[in-house]
């Protein structure tokens, strides 16, 4: 699913994480590590928001430095505290997920009708809380067919109730579209046993499997 190829990831010189070669089969994987550890920019750079030295490859077929715009259409990437434009509406950030997905924009309602965000999906993002924001970067997430989903830090801000309708949704397209998930989080997984989980520790600038 995931290869990486003399992956290393540096801010001014310091070294965050390196993975010299690497195959992530397709599951679920939660990856851990303290606050700092770079979780978060370990999945910022696969969704293409940060350059790496190095590559990694997608499918075996979609290299991300070479094809960007092609592997990051099927990466969808729920950022820890999302940040949109307060003009907008939940209903239109929606739409504009859907078109650059090419995903038809009534498989949407299906997850804006669990999440209970039906009331208020019309109104400016400026007036949602941290939590209904939390919900729709979520949605954005699942939006389309992605071969991989990226969730950082999942947890927060998010009420017992959500969490667990998180969890019915990986499972679900996990096993229905064979989407691959690698989600983010210092805090412990509360997940239904459903849910096989392949834990990942970033430590030291390095990327080990747990066990």
Request: charged letters at 15%; a negative charge; glycine letters at 8%.
């Given at each position: 699913?995931?290869?990486?190829?003399?992956?290393?990831?540096?801010?001014?010189?310091?070294?965050?994480?390196?993975?010299?070669?690497?195959?992530?089969?397709?599951?679920?994987?939660?990856?851990?590590?303290?606050?700092?550890?770079?979780?978060?920019?370990?999945?910022?750079?696969?969704?293409?928001?940060?350059?790496?030295?190095?590559?990694?490859?997608?499918?075996?077929?979609?290299?991300?430095?070479?094809?960007?715009?092609?592997f990051r259409r099927i990466v969808n990437f729920a950022e820890a505290e999302?940040?949109?434009?307060?003009?907008?509406?939940?209903?239109?950030?929606?739409?504009?997920?859907?078109?650059?997905?090419?995903?038809?924009?009534?498989?949407?309602?299906?997850?804006?009708?669990?999440?209970?965000?039906?009331?208020?999906?019309?109104?400016?993002?400026?007036?949602?809380?941290?939590?209904?924001?939390?919900?729709?970067?979520?949605?954005?997430?699942?939006?389309?067919?992605?071969?991989?989903?990226?969730?950082?830090?999942?947890?927060?801000?998010?009420?017992?109730?959500?969490?667990?309708?998180?969890?019915?949704?990986?499972?679900?397209?996990?096993?229905?579209?064979?989407?691959?998930?690698?989600?983010?989080?210092?805090?412990?997984?509360?997940?239904?046993?459903?849910?096989?989980?392949?834990?990942?520790?970033?430590?030291?600038?390095?990327?080990?499997?747990?066990?």
């Open positions: 699913m995931l290869q990486f190829e003399r992956y290393s990831k540096s801010y001014s010189g310091r070294l965050v994480l390196k993975i010299d070669r690497l195959t992530l089969e397709p599951g679920i994987y939660w990856i851990k590590g303290v606050n700092g550890s770079g979780k978060s920019t370990f999945l910022k750079t696969i969704a293409g928001l940060l350059p790496i030295e190095g590559d990694i490859l997608l499918n075996d077929t979609l290299h991300l430095k070479e094809q960007p715009v092609a999302p940040i949109f434009p307060g003009f907008l509406t939940g209903m239109e950030m929606i739409r504009l997920f859907a078109s650059a997905k090419g995903a038809p924009l009534n498989t949407t309602s299906h997850y804006i009708e669990s999440m209970s965000m039906a009331h208020y999906i019309n109104e400016p993002l400026v007036t949602y809380s941290s939590g209904m924001l939390k919900k729709l970067s979520l949605v954005l997430a699942f939006i389309g067919e992605p071969t991989l989903i990226l969730l950082d830090e999942p947890l927060i801000t998010m009420d017992t109730a959500s969490l667990a309708i998180l969890y019915t949704w990986i499972t679900e397209k996990h096993a229905n579209g064979k989407t691959s998930f690698l989600l983010s989080s210092h805090q412990e997984l509360s997940v239904n046993t459903s849910i096989t989980l392949k834990e990942i520790l970033i430590a030291d600038q390095t990327l080990t499997f747990a066990g």
